[in-house]
């Protein structure tokens, strides 16, 4: 059984130290909610550990089934069996979505498929989805809506079966109907024994899912791991009771924050 | 000097051909006219007479010094061109486009590659002489390597010619800190009852893109090409299956 674990991860964006030693580990069959106030490091621990360039380790180690894969580049990574679902994914002009998606299935699998069962696979993935066919052929996500960006993510994890996947704000952009189609592939998925580590603002999404185990993330750290009444907890009252409870000082998000809004990276816009 | 009377779709090997060319167009049905092997220092001229669509594909992998290509366009015609530039090292292509009667036009798309230490000016200029007439450039560029490539040219409305329009838009994706791409859309309109538009955009490759692709198991060297790929694609609809398959093979050799 595959162990994604980390140890005490630092990570800087910019010369901005943003997390500040996390620990955790997730192993597969888990589905882990990752909470916490905005600006706090949730999507720069997702980041880091996909290896993206722009988050820095500067401290610590993550390793994937015993394997160290602190240095590795993204694409070794995703090769390994870990997946990022972006919070905003990037519109590619010119690279045809099923190129796309078949060259990341072959760059992930031993053996190559053949164009025939790629197709298959395509499609039953698509139906999956319930994402209309042609968006499988047009650029990748150039012109795609909100929510049509999210299903094109979840369609990715479908077609790479990974180990791990990550899965950062999948429900924000998306309809009633389509955070339905999206938890029910999720939850599809965990049956099968995939491993899940979630971002989300909204309760909701976990009522759907429901994830065995929650974390949460405060300046940078996690300075709670526990069961799953976490999230109804912080959903009703808020991260208030980890000051009065554990003696944490939630810092405020700086001034240049107010930029800030739903669909936006808050690390992000707070480095600019 | 050759003078060659084109009535039908034909694959031209321009290295038969004289220095200097002229192509008179007289087809009825809209043809195509495929030039390939093209020489190092060449002439060519298409006078496309009333009412003729003439689709003009050009394909060049070769060494090419200097290429001038000029056309006028008669009433009702149209000149829809496809060039694939991946020519190697010194080269100055000019291309000079003369809208001369009404409702003539020209569409023009052109990408092209550069690498090593190649060193590309390309200049595409439409000079719209009548009412009614409609012109669009498209000039996309990828450059590598320590290579330089320019691409400017002139949209030039002359006084009276109501009504027309023109667009041009040049981009160019910087691949390599030694390399060096400009674009110089200009426009210059005499006339007030006009459409017309001009954009640049010069830049490096993205690392959202980059690691977007990446993350899902492409290689570096895969993302790339097929950034590359990409961004060259929308000139592959000008040729038939094999030249798109040469055009294929030279993006992969150079990713």
Not at chain 2, 42 to 59: A, E, G, P, W, Y
Not at chain 2, 74 to 93: H, P, R, V
Not at chain 2, 180 to 207: M, Q, T, Y
Request: with cysteine; proline share 2%.
């Amino acid at each position: 059984m595959a162990t994604l674990k980390i140890k005490n991860l630092h990570v800087e964006v910019e010369g901005k130290e943003i997390l500040k030693g996390v620990n955790v580990s997730i192993s597969e069959g888990e589905t882990v909610a990752l909470l916490g106030p905005n600006g706090h490091g949730k999507s720069t621990l997702l980041n880091a550990i996909m290896g993206h360039p722009r988050y820095k380790i500067t401290q610590g180690s993550i390793y994937l089934d015993d394997i160290d894969i602190t240095n590795l580049t993204p694409d070794e990574r995703a090769r390994a069996g870990l997946f990022l679902a972006l919070q905003n994914p990037a519109e590619v002009p010119g690279v045809i979505n099923s190129d796309f998606l078949r060259a990341a299935v072959n760059a992930t699998r031993e053996e190559k498929v053949s164009t025939y069962k790629f197709y298959k696979m395509l499609d039953s993935a698509v139906k999956e989805v319930k994402m209309p066919f042609d968006l499988a052929t047009r650029s990748l996500n150039e012109g795609f809506s909100g929510g049509e960006k999210k299903r094109n993510e979840i369609l990715q994890m479908l077609l790479l079966e990974p180990k791990i996947a990550m899965l950062d704000e999948i429900d924000s952009g998306l309809d009633v109907d389509a955070i339905q189609i999206v938890a029910d592939v999720i939850k599809q998925e965990k049956e099968k024994g995939r491993g899940f580590l979630v971002i989300s603002h909204y309760a909701r999404l976990f009522d759907l899912i429901q994830p065995t185990r929650a974390i949460v993330m405060i300046n940078g750290k996690i300075v709670l791991d526990g069961g799953v009444d976490l999230i109804k907890r912080i959903d009703q009252t808020g991260y208030e009771f980890i000051k009065t409870e554990l003696g944490i000082s939630i810092e405020k998000e700086s001034s240049n924050m107010n930029e800030v809004s739903i669909g936006s990276c808050a690390v992000k816009d707070a480095i600019k | 000097m050759n003078k060659v009377e084109i009535r039908e779709s034909k694959y031209i090997d321009c290295s038969l051909l004289d220095n200097e060319s002229e192509f008179l167009v007289l087809a009825k049905e809209p043809i195509k006219l495929t030039l390939l092997n093209l020489k190092e220092e060449c002439k060519l001229h298409f006078d496309v007479i009333d009412n003729v669509f003439l689709q003009l594909s050009i394909f060049s992998n070769n060494q090419i010094k200097s290429l001038k290509i000029t056309a006028n366009i008669g009433e009702n015609a149209k000149i829809l061109t496809y060039f694939a530039d991946f020519s190697k090292e010194q080269c100055k292509i000019d291309a000079e486009i003369n809208l001369n009667k009404e409702q003539a036009t020209c569409e023009w798309h052109l990408a092209s590659l550069t690498s090593g230490l190649d060193n590309k000016q390309i200049a595409v200029s439409i000079y719209h002489n009548s009412p009614l007439t409609f012109g669009k450039i498209d000039n996309y560029g990828v450059c590598k390597d320590n290579s330089r490539l320019l691409f400017s040219g002139t949209s030039h409305i002359i006084k009276g010619s109501h009504k027309s329009t023109s667009h041009q838009n040049a981009k160019i994706m910087v691949f390599d800190q030694g390399a060096i791409g400009s674009a110089k859309p200009i426009l210059k309109i005499d006339e007030n009852d006009i459409e017309a538009s001009h954009a640049a955009v010069v830049g490096k490759i993205s690392d959202e893109h980059l690691f977007y692709l990446t993350s899902r198991g492409l290689s570096m060297d895969e993302a790339k090409s097929l950034i590359t790929l990409g961004y060259l694609k929308p000139i592959l609809v000008g040729f038939d299956e094999d030249i798109q398959k040469q055009i294929d093979a030279i993006i992969e050799e150079n990713k």
